[in-house]
Nanobody, 123 residues
C-alpha cells in the first residue's frame, strides 16, 4: 500500500504561483511512477504531469507545458508540482497518484490516489 497526501493548494491571483506537494508513505515510493491530475467542476479528471522514479517527466502539452514543473525527491518520498503563470482555467482540485513502473496519462491505470487539494485562481 502507498498512502498519498497532497498539500500546497490555495487561492492565488492570475499570474501567480503555487507549489503543490505529494507526500508518500507505505511501500518503497521510489519504485513508483507518479502523476498529477486535476478535475474542475463538471469536467473529467485530466492528466497534468507525470514523473518516473528516475526523474524522467512529461506534461500535458495543451495546457501546462512551460508553466508547470514536476519534480521528485525519493529520499523524502515527495513529488512536487511547481505551477507558475497560473490562469483562471487552472482552477481545479489537484490529485497526485502513484502506480508501479512508469507514469501514465491514463487515470484508470493508477493504483493509489491522494485526497486532492483545491487550487483556485482568480482573475
Amino acid at each position: 500500500q502507498v498512502q498519498l497526501v497532497e498539500s500546497g493548494g490555495g487561492l492565488v491571483q492570475a499570474g501567480g504561483s503555487l507549489r503543490l506537494s505529494c507526500a508518500a508513505s507505505g511501500r518503497i515510493f521510489s519504485n513508483y511512477g507518479v502523476g498529477w491530475f486535476r478535475q474542475a467542476p463538471g469536467k473529467e479528471r485530466e492528466f497534468v504531469a507525470g514523473i518516473t522514479w528516475t526523474g524522467d517527466n512529461g506534461y500535458s502539452e495543451d495546457s501546462v507545458k512551460g508553466r508547470f514543473t514536476i519534480s521528485r525527491d525519493n529520499a523524502k518520498n515527495t513529488v512536487s508540482l511547481q505551477m507558475n503563470s497560473l490562469k483562471p482555467e487552472d482552477t481545479a482540485v489537484y490529485y497526485c497518484a502513484a502506480r508501479a513502473g512508469t507514469y501514465s496519462s491514463r487515470s484508470k491505470s493508477y493504483d493509489y490516489w491522494g485526497q486532492g487539494t483545491q487550487v483556485t485562481v482568480s482573475s
